[in-house]
């Protein structure tokens, strides 16, 4: 049973950077079966596919266009765990983040716990 | 992008009756459809995925089908447990895309 616990601040200012981190717990970052997501929802957009990250014999990510120049995953492999780094936010960053899993076939089998993050002044 | 499109947007249903929800995709995805639930305050949970194949541990009284661009979500006797909204994502190609969503409420 994977197991995902999530952690970062709530509230961040415009301009600044977000940074939220994914715990795994039951399976590994390094496993070549899955693949490491970040979604967030909003009442205005909905839920939104950020990116993610994968080991296939090496690293690779993929992003969304809408966030691609701002964001960045990083694998931990250290602490077996992933994070998301969103620079230059603004209000319309505001939304619930989650990280899940998927088994390479891009179904999301499990998600964090969600992370309310505000982005205000 | 591919854009996902799902109706109705919200329904009213009492217990036992029998639920059909539709997503239909803005191009061919072949059998990369999942359906999730969430509740109030939670994570989406996954319940079904390549379209027709339930998760381990969900009730056998959701299915799904479809292929091509037109998928459907049945809950065969809606439960008290079911009242949730329900949303539908590709997985055909990235970006991955969710539906808007469909809300289940009680008549």
């Known amino acids: 049973q994977v197991q995902l616990q999530q952690s970062g601040p709530g509230l961040v200012k415009p301009s600044e950077t977000l940074s939220l981190t994914c715990a795994i717990s039951g399976d590994s970052v390094s496993s070549t079966g899955a693949a490491w997501n970040w979604i967030r929802q909003s009442p205005s957009r909905g839920l939104e596919w950020l990116g993610r990250?994968?080991?296939?014999?090496?690293?690779?990510?993929d992003y969304a266009v809408t966030v691609k120049s701002r964001m960045t995953i990083n694998p931990d492999t250290s602490k077996n765990q992933f994070s998301l780094q969103l620079n230059s936010v603004s209000p319309e960053d505001t939304a619930v983040y989650y990280c899940a899993r998927d088994d390479s076939g891009g179904s999301l089998e499990s998600w964090g716990q969600g992370t309310l993050v505000t982005v205000s002044s | 992008d591919i854009q996902m499109t799902q109706s109705p947007s919200s329904l009213s249903a009492s217990v036992g009756d029998r639920v059909t929800i539709t997503c239909r995709a803005s191009?061919?995805?072949?059998?990369?459809l999942t359906w999730y639930q969430q509740k109030p305050g939670k994570a989406p949970h996954l319940l079904i995925y390549t379209s027709s194949s339930l998760q381990s541990g969900i009730p056998s009284r959701f299915s799904g089908s479809g292929s091509g661009t037109d998928f459907t979500l049945t809950i065969s006797s809606l439960q008290p447990e079911d009242f949730a909204t329900y949303f539908c994502q590709q997985s055909y190609s990235l970006p991955w895309t969710f539906g808007q969503g469909t809300k289940v409420e009680i008549k």
């Open positions: 990250t994968y080991y296939r014999s090496k690293w690779y990510n």
């Open positions: 191009q061919y995805i072949s059998r990369f």
